[in-house]
């Protein structure tokens, strides 16, 4: 898998856009960008993922730079629930398995 | 649509014990994975059943760790011996075969393994 580097840690206040950033300068041309996130001792949670476009649903968007070496996801609002530890992902192409690494913990404050 | 679902959520056995870990996957998802989290460790990939078949088993620690998946259902991961450094949190994914493109893998709630 491309090596993803994040930070290990932020804060963001409740209601406030949380961006979270995420560098990956060894991807390759066919590699996706997914964000997945693990709130306390539930199982890991998929968000988004990307090739190029940037991306939106109803959790989250993901802006990747033009030239796919780093890439942000932004929960827009965010709420006391999202605190959790985000990990940014880039499997190999056409391997399915997921390196988590050690993620960044977001603490959401109220 | 029921999701990833396994069993137990917890399991304490001794050191030496026999432990059987079941994951359902969701109906008609091929690709099935386990991963664990040993303490204060990161989430690890253990190995990867693509229907019947073992597609990737690069992550299985060693030969104690038996995971079979029949008729391309269900999957059980067995542990025969159980150690110490077995604790953990076992967690179980499923995906659909989408080819050439990645696709989301869904995660079940985890199987809390304590050897002690």
């Known amino acids: 898998d491309a090596k993803t580097t994040q930070p290990p840690s932020m804060d963001c206040a409740e209601g406030r856009a949380a961006n979270l950033p995420c560098n990956h300068s060894t991807i390759s041309g066919n590699e996706y960008v997914y964000w997945y996130r693990q709130i306390h001792s539930q199982g890991p949670q998929y968000i988004i993922h990307?090739?190029?476009n940037n991306e939106t649903n109803e959790m989250a968007s993901l802006i990747i730079t033009e030239d796919r070496k780093s890439s942000t996801l932004i929960l827009p609002h965010a709420t006391l629930r999202d605190t959790a530890v985000y990990y940014c992902i880039v499997p190999q192409f056409g391997n399915e398995k997921l390196t988590f690494g050690t993620g960044t913990r977001l603490t959401i404050i109220p | 649509e029921a999701g990833v679902t396994q069993f137990p959520s917890h399991s304490v056995i001794e050191k030496g014990q026999t432990v059987t870990l079941r994951c359902d996957p969701i109906?008609?998802?091929?690709?099935l994975y386990w991963y664990r989290r040993v303490m204060g460790k990161e989430i690890k990939f253990l190995l990867h059943f693509v229907k019947e078949s073992k597609q990737d088993e690069s992550g299985m620690p060693n030969n104690r760790f038996l995971a079979e998946r029949t008729g391309g259902t269900y999957s059980t991961l067995k542990v025969q011996p159980a150690e110490l450094e077995d604790s953990g949190v076992y967690f179980c994914a499923s995906s659909q075969d989408q080819g050439w493109m990645n696709t989301e893998a869904f995660f079940g709630q985890g199987t809390r393994l304590t050897v002690v």
């Open positions: 990307g090739l190029k």
């Open positions: 109906s008609g998802h091929d690709n």
